[in-house]
T-cell receptor, first 109, second 113 residues
Framework: GQNIDQPTEMTATEGAIVQINCTYQ??????LFWYQQHAGEAPTFLSY??LDGLEEKGRFSSFLSRSKGYSYLLLKELQMKDSASYLC??????????WGAGTKLIIKP | IAGITQAPTSQILAAGRRMTLRCTQD?????MYWYRQDLGLGLRLIHY???????GKGEVPDGYSVSRANTDDFPLTLASAVPSQTSVYFC????????????FGPGTRLTVL
């Protein structure tokens, strides 16, 4: 069946680095998305990976290993404004998008 | 440019009442989606539309209906609201389909008593 696992909550310190993991078991694979969602707001797009490897975009990077069913989002030089939930979503082979429950990231000064 | 708007922002509704949540986008996107988001669960797709004039059922369609008369508007109707439909509802759109970046509206917080 379809399953996406992310840690429920993580805590990190301002200025540090944090890695948010996402593992998935889905019906085929056509890509993986990461979205950011601040409390009480709408999700916004961060990254999309379809091939294995690391994609860097400023302070944020996303990694994918299709053979392991695994992705992570790496956030560097953490800022207080990075406190948010991070949603992992997998595009299955039938183009249905399956969403994880999200990881709530708490940044402490 | 507004992007994607939803109305109302929040609503308290008596069980059994009919309710339509409105969604409008000005990006000329072909695909639109309705999700519900509940605490501890991922976004769940209710209905979608790949292009004006067509709609499809998502993961949790029961109790909801949609229409897509034109490109910009995608209303979601609860025919007879029940307390389990208490949730935050997000409308989203993307240029072509689910493989594209989705842009979300600000959400509607619905409480059914």
């Amino acid at each position: 069946g379809q399953n996406i696992d992310q840690p429920t909550e993580m805590t990190a310190t301002e200025g540090a680095i944090v890695q948010i993991n996402c593992t998935y078991q889905t019906s085929g694979f056509n890509g993986l998305f990461w979205y950011q969602q601040h409390a009480g707001e709408a999700p916004t797009f961060l990254s999309y990976n379809v091939l294995d490897g690391l994609e860097e975009k400023g302070r944020f990077s996303s990694f994918l290993s299709r053979s392991k069913g695994y992705s992570y989002l790496l956030l560097k030089e953490l800022q207080m404004k990075d406190s948010a939930s991070y949603l992992c979503a997998v595009l299955e082979s039938n183009y249905q998008l399956i969403w994880g429950a999200g990881t709530k990231l708490i940044i402490k000064p | 440019i507004a992007g994607i708007t939803q109305a109302p922002t929040s609503q308290i509704l008596a069980a059994g009442r009919r309710m339509t949540l409105r969604c409008t986008q000005d990006m000329r996107h072909n695909a639109m989606y309705w999700y519900r988001q509940d605490l501890g669960l991922g976004l769940r797709l209710i209905h979608y539309s790949n292009t004006a004039g067509t709609t499809g059922k998502g993961e949790v369609p029961d109790g909801y209906s949609v229409s897509r008369a034109n490109t910009d508007d995608f209303p979601l109707t609860l025919a007879s609201a029940v307390p389990s439909q208490t949730s935050v509802y997000f409308c989203a759109s993307s240029d072509s389909g689910s493989w594209d970046t989705q842009y979300f509206g600000p959400g509607t917080r619905l409480t059914v008593l």
